[in-house]
């Protein structure tokens, strides 16, 4: 089992920019969460996406949008990007059992 | 509004030394509070978790008390060696219906750095 796989590992996009972060679930698992991590800082919930609709989301403005694909995988679109953007994006994979997180995504804006 | 709240921020003990960290909360609609284990470069993994019916969990060298008359849990890591130098974090998850797929509610994290 490879468990919860995101690419790509690192990123460097340009202020305005858009971009695309991919998740792959844990196998079995059906639903998948986004988390942005600031340095020095705790997880922050984005959305949760489940049955390929968003679920529940967190306090992240429109520009930040995602995507479930029927074989559960996801995807975080982000557009506009800010400096402040720049940040660790966590994928989180469960299914009715706790959350399983991949190595994230790291995020930087210039 | 910070609705979990960690302390302390870091911690340094000595190999064997048994490091405390600890978690307030005060929403009631959290039904399950977890704990991760972050290294520098990686995801948070899942230590161990319990649920707010219970007062204390052990697992291995990792327990969890649990007080939910005070709205506070803690975690506490017996015989610390030095691999478990890392950032933990506790979280805490809202109720989703009868799903346990609420979204998680974080503290700000707690380095700790165990000497050899």
């Known amino acids: 089992d490879a468990g919860v796989t995101q690419s790509p590992t690192h990123l460097i996009k340009t202020r305005g920019q858009q971009v695309t972060l991919r998740c792959s679930p844990k196998?079995?698992?059906?639903?998948v969460s986004w988390y942005q991590q600031a340095l020095g800082q705790g997880p922050q919930f984005i959305f949760q996406?489940?049955?390929?609709?968003?679920?529940q989301r967190g306090n992240f403005p429109d520009r930040f949008s995602g995507h479930q694909f029927p074989n559960y995988s996801s995807e975080l679109n982000v557009n506009a990007l800010l400096l402040g953007d720049s940040a660790l994006y966590l994928c989180?994979?469960?299914?009715?059992?706790?959350?399983?997180f991949g190595q994230g995504t790291r995020l930087t804006v210039v | 509004q910070q609705q979990v709240k960690q302390s302390p921020q870091s911690l340094i003990v000595q190999k064997g030394g048994i490091p405390i960290i600890n978690c307030a909360y005060e929403?009631?609609?959290?039904?399950?509070f977890p704990w991760y284990q972050q290294f520098p470069g990686k995801g948070p993994a899942l230590l161990i978790a319990?649920?707010?019916?219970?007062s204390e969990k052990k697992e291995g060298r990792f327990t969890i008390s649990f007080n939910k008359s005070a709205k506070q849990f803690s975690l506490h890591i017996m015989d610390s060696q030095p691999g478990d130098s890392a950032t933990y974090f506790c979280?805490?998850?809202?109720?989703?219906?009868?799903?346990?797929?609420?979204?998680?509610?974080f503290g700000q994290g707690t380095t700790l750095q165990v000497k050899p």
């Open positions: 989180a994979s469960s299914q009715n059992t706790e959350a399983f």
């Open positions: 196998s079995g698992h059906d639903t």
């Open positions: 996406y489940y049955e390929e609709e968003e679920r």
């Open positions: 929403n009631t609609a959290f039904d399950y």
């Open positions: 319990i649920r707010p019916d219970v």
């Open positions: 979280a805490a998850r809202y109720k989703n219906g009868s799903s346990n797929t609420g979204k998680l509610i």
